[in-house]
């Protein structure tokens, strides 16, 4: 079923097949223009539901990429001002990216894989990259206790850069 619905969504012009490159190399889905329109009601959607959230149950098996969606949607663009930065998430062993461009991130895609010079790169587990945008884990409290590990290639503090970054609206 999955099959038939990728099918479908690449007939209609909204994921294409990519390879991702080297050292990873697998085929992958990726959003058209037309498929990455629909990103500012996804990400509304996520925002509004990430404080209904609560903690996960033992039994639930959290993935990275939903960490990594999670972060996409907690991203505040107007608290950057015209910065222009790269942020890394490394969750599990997974790495994705997000390039902020002069306060845009609304259009800035989060892309699967590290970045080539990412300004800050955060590492942690999935579940408490979850708890921090979902609010039930303040992000003092996660790089505090080293559940989140923070590291800049900027003379700025990397923790502020992430406050900012993730800075409520």
């Known amino acids: 079923m999955l099959t038939g619905r990728l099918k479908a969504l690449e007939e209609e012009g909204i994921v294409r097949r990519v390879t991702l490159p080297p050292p990873a190399g697998s085929r992958v889905y990726e959003l058209t223009e037309l498929g990455r329109a629909l990103e500012p009601v996804v990400v509304e959607l996520s925002r509004w539901r990430a404080s209904l959230l609560g903690a996960p149950?033992?039994?639930e098996d959290l993935?990275?990429?939903?960490?990594a969606v999670a972060l996409r949607s907690a991203v505040n663009p107007s608290v950057a001002g015209e910065?222009?930065?790269t942020y890394e998430f490394r969750i599990e062993g997974e790495a994705f990216h997000l390039r902020l461009e002069g306060g845009e991130a609304e259009r800035t895609e989060l892309r699967q894989g590290p970045a080539p010079d990412p300004d800050l790169a955060v590492a942690g587990d999935a579940g408490t990259f979850l708890a921090v945008t979902s609010g039930r884990?303040?992000?003092e409290e996660a790089v505090g206790s080293g559940?989140?590990?923070v590291e800049g290639s900027t003379a700025?503090?990397?923790s502020a850069m992430l406050t900012r970054f993730l800075a409520p609206s």
């Open 57 to 59: 149950r033992e039994e």
């Open 63 to 67: 993935r990275a990429d939903w960490a």
């Open 83 to 85: 910065r222009t930065e």
């Open 137 to 139: 884990m303040s992000l």
């Open 147 to 149: 559940a989140l590990r």
């Open 156 to 158: 700025e503090n990397p």
